[in-house]
C-alpha cells in the first residue's frame, strides 16, 4: 500500500509541474508575439509617414494626413481622373471651349462619387475619412460654386448662338466670347481651375 501511495504522489506531483511549465510556456509565446506586433507596428508606422497637404480650394487649408496603402491608392486615382480632364489643365481662352470644360467638370463629379462608393466601410479609419472629407469639400465648394452660378445660364446662351445663322462662320471660341459676361465668367473659371490644378499637387503628395 505503502508502494501505492507513493507512485500516486509521484504521478501527481509530475503532472503539476506539466502544468506550470506550459503556464510558462504560453506566458514567454504570448510576450514574444506582442513584441513582435509591437516592432512590426513600430516599423510600419515609420514607413507610413505624415503628409501636410496645403490645399486652397473651398478653404480647406492646412491638413496633415498618415499616408498608406489605402490612402496611396484613392489618393492615386482622384489623381489620374483630374489630372486627365480639362479641370487639371490650366484654362486658355484661345483653346478650350467653356461647354466642354463644364462637361468635364461635371463628370468628375460622377467619377469622384463612385471612387469614394468604392472604400470597404470595414476599411475606413480616420486617414481615409479626413481623405474623403477633402474629396467632397473640393467638388461641393470647390467647383460646385462656379457650376451653380455659371453653367445653366451660359449653356442656354451658347445653345441659341450656335444656331444663330451669322454664327456659323465662327468658332466655339469666337461665339463664346460674345458672352454678356464674359470677362467675369472667364475670371471666376480662371481662379477656380487654378485652384483644382493646385489642389491635384497637393494630392499628388499621397500617393
Known sequence: MDILKYLNSISITVTLDNIIVASILIILIVIVIYFIYGTIKFFLKKKF????MNINIANIGSVSIEKNRDISKIAHKAWVEIMTRKVGLLFEEDKDVIVEVYNSWYALFGIIRELLKEIEPRKKD?????????????????LRPHLTKWQAKFRRWYKQEIGIGENQKLSPQEIQRKYDKYDELVEDLKKTNKQMVQFAEELKKLI
Open 126 to 142: 480616420t486617414e481615409i475619412e479626413k481623405l474623403e472629407d477633402i474629396l467632397i469639400k473640393t467638388l461641393n465648394y470647390g
Open 49 to 52: 509617414k505624415i503628409v501636410t
